[in-house]
């Protein structure tokens, strides 16, 4: 996540009980993303932080990529102080400088055309990177039927449509496509 992220509007989803058979889901909405993350780490069990799911300009963070956020040194707000069982939140500085060069300093230390090159492909990752996690969590509704997971798919679609998500959107066709290769069982009208 870009630092400039962290000061964009954000929403959560999470469960409203690790323990209950069927979830209920909440949305909280944040002004800041940091917030979120805070709350999602801070306020929230390690059960249902596996379980929630944060949006941040249309991109998508689940479960265990959340903490990171909340551990980079990026991040804008005070962390509470260590708690029992609990990774450590920064590594101590050794008081040297970094050597390595963020990937934005590496793009732009580039020749352009190189660096356009090397854009294209970040964002190529990052969109399948994203689109993996996607179809992961699909994946675990499988015990249901490859029919009903195509429909939550397309049902996603819609609601995410609706919503504006483009970028999110177009993940979600990318999954349906992989899906029915995956799964050509499946009916192919929702």
Not at 53 to 69: A, T
Not at 75 to 96: D, N, V, W, Y
Not at 114 to 121: G, P
């Amino acid at each position: 996540m870009h630092a400039q992220h962290y000061n964009m509007e954000a929403s959560l989803y999470y469960a409203k009980s690790a323990s209950s058979q069927r979830k209920a889901l909440v949305l909280r909405r944040f002004a800041k993303a940091a917030e979120a993350i805070r709350y999602a780490v801070e306020d929230l069990s390690p059960g249902l932080l596996r379980g929630c799911s944060l949006e941040v300009n249309e991109s998508f963070y689940f479960g265990r990529e959340i903490r990171p956020l909340y551990d980079d040194r990026a991040f804008p707000l005070r962390r509470r102080a260590k708690q029992i069982g609990r990774k450590p939140s920064q590594p101590k500085s050794t008081g040297e400088p970094e050597r390595s060069m963020s990937s934005a300093m590496q793009l732009c230390a580039m020749p352009l055309p190189q660096a356009a090159l090397a854009q294209a492909a970040l964002a190529i990752e990052q969109a399948a990177s994203r689109q993996r996690r996607v179809m992961a969590g699909y994946s675990f509704n499988l015990r249901r039927g490859a029919a009903k997971v195509r429909i939550m798919i397309l049902k996603d679609i819609s609601r995410f449509s609706d919503l504006g998500a483009d970028r999110h959107v177009s993940d979600l066709f990318e999954v349906l496509e992989q899906f029915d290769l995956l799964h050509p069982s499946a009916p192919a009208d929702g």
